[in-house]
């Protein structure tokens, strides 16, 4: 993709696994960084890995076991689109009862998850700089403006939240803590390797993760969506 910048890929095309490329771009005079735009700079890429589109031609049973078994419960192309199809209820179904929920969210526990998230955002990315200085520096924004746009997202995730624990409680669902806890272990190897994300070997910040920067509202969510969905996947015809 060249959306960043055009051309920001163009030097990627034929390249070999293990390269080191350099790409020459010019950010646009019009970029949202006033101190980046019209600059001339350079990206190195360092590819480790090529990936070839998945679609229903070249999917086999093979490759369906060996990444999809666990997760969509599928060991044949069949079963898998099946399971697809059932996803896809699932993600209609569930989008549908959110759009139509309503709910009062208080003041004070949106600006309480505000500070939530914005902890978890300093955390991730603002280790070297401060976060007026990174929204500056990489988004062209300040913190003022871009808590507007968090604030919107964080009501439609305290919706789900809510919706998902409602559809649990009143349909007697189980959630399976087992679950959440081999979620979490995926997620933490995959922070241990060589490339993780180090951030991700606290337990605790998958869970913030998953809340939005909340412990208690990312485990919550995970497990009851995870009911709801194997629900749906096991219910569905």
Known sequence: TGSFIDGFTN?????????????????????????LAGKKT?????????????????????????HFEKSYKATTVADFMEAIKKELAYNLLVNYVIEKSTFDIPE???????????????????????INEFLSYYYGTTLDKIKVEWASALQ?????ELVFEA???DSSLQTE?????????????????????????EEENIYKMLGVGNVDAGKAYY??????????MENYK
């Open 11 to 35: 030097d990627l095309v034929g390249a070999k696994v293990g390269e080191k490329l350099n790409s020459y771009v010019t950010f646009p005079e019009k970029y949202g960084n006033a101190d």
């Open 42 to 66: 350079v990206f190195e890429f360092n590819v480790k890995a090529i990936y070839t589109e998945l679609t229903p031609e070249t999917i086999t049973d093979a490759m369906v076991k060996e």
């Open 108 to 130: 004070s526990y949106l600006n309480y998850r505000l500070e939530q998230y914005q902890a978890l955002f300093e955390a991730l990315y603002c280790t070297k700089m401060s």
């Open 156 to 160: 439609s995730q305290i919706k789900a």
């Open 167 to 169: 559809i649990v409680k």
């Open 177 to 201: 803590d087992k679950v959440l806890a081999e979620y979490v272990e995926e997620i933490k190897k995959t922070a241990n390797s060589e490339n993780g994300n180090k951030f991700f070997v």
């Open 223 to 232: 497990l009851n969506q995870d009911a709801v969905r194997n629900y749906v």
